[in-house]
């Protein structure tokens, strides 16, 4: 079997070499790495590492700016499972730069060998209660136009006042882009195989142009096209995306960057991947990982 990673990438290169290395563990993988186009410094060392590498013809790069919450980060993420896609690659995993697998390389081929026509993805309905709204919880980043694909919100002062003004008159002149269908959100990070892949990518670029304009619509394209596809689909769909994740602040972001008081909780179930890892505040975790699995 043939597994293509999709990662996306933009700081910490220490991490995200790392991760490379341990992803060439997995026999005939395929990695590809979209970096933000703007991280100058970490594509000239990536891109120095690559061609050093003895496994250069198995990982593939591309840079491209990628704005948060834009419609960008999802198109960066299909754009290298359509060359998967052609390179023949049986299921696709989508993941950061700062992801690690967290089992034996052993374990995590012979899971997949076995679930090979299962597909494992976070999915449930939107509206969601649980999701944050402007009283229209998660459905609001679909329902109206927002500016993520225009301005930079990291980059141009007062962008969340614009941005939320500007729904608030959508809201009053009753703007509704909804479509006739269900939709449902989910994390970004996925395992998909080939078939779910082929109609992923076939309806994105049936339907892409009614999702611009669409804050983070990597957290609810996947799922709602997958979710309304048939059902011999639909129903290989497992809500579990098998990746730890921890949704709190810790070491100064959200999700936290995991360390070594993180073991336990990675090991209780059955994941495969976590999210997020420092090569310096993780670097006690990892060692811990790698000896777990030895």
């Known amino acids: 079997m043939i597994h293509a990673f999709l990662i996306t990438a933009y700081k910490d290169l220490p991490s995200l070499v790392s991760l490379v290395e341990q992803l060439l563990m997995v026999k005939d993988s395929q990695i590809y790495i979209s970096v933000d186009a703007r991280r100058k410094s970490m594509i000239k060392a990536l891109s120095e590492y690559v061609r050093m590498s003895p496994n250069n013809s198995r990982i593939h790069m591309q840079f491209r700016t990628v704005r948060p919450g834009s419609f960008e980060h999802l198109e960066v993420f299909l754009e290298m499972a359509s060359l998967a896609i052609h390179k023949k690659a049986d299921f696709f995993h989508t993941i950061t730069g700062q992801c690690r697998i967290v089992r034996s390389i052993e374990e995590f081929c012979k899971f997949f060998d076995l679930y090979r026509e299962k597909n494992f ?3 449930f309905p939107i509206p969601d209660p649980n999701w944050d709204g402007i009283g229209e919880p998660r459905e609001d980043r679909i329902k109206y136009y927002q500016l993520h694909d225009i301005l930079d919100c990291l980059q ?3 962008f969340g006042r614009l941005n939320t003004l500007f729904v608030t008159l959508q809201k009053i002149f009753r703007v509704n ?3 006739d269908i269900s939709y449902f959100g989910g994390v970004v990070y996925f395992s998909i195989n080939q078939k779910a892949m082929q109609y992923l990518l076939t309806e994105w670029n049936r ?4 999702y611009k304009h669409t804050f983070c619509c990597e957290e609810t394209v996947p799922q709602t096209i997958l979710m309304n596809s048939p059902d011999e689909l639909k129903n290989s769909l497992v809500n579990f995306d098998l990746r730890y994740m921890l949704w709190e602040y810790k070491h100064g972001d959200n999700p936290g960057y995991l360390d070594e008081d993180d073991f336990l909780a990675i090991r ?3 994941y495969f991947f976590a999210r997020k890892f420092d090569s310096q505040i993780s670097k006690k975790l990892i060692e811990n990982l790698a000896k777990d699995v030895a």
């Open 121 to 123: 993805i976070q999915h």
């Open 268 to 270: 209780a179930e059955n």
């Open 156 to 158: 141009f002062p007062g």
């Open 207 to 210: 339907t892409k142009f009614l």
């Open 177 to 179: 882009r909804l479509q």
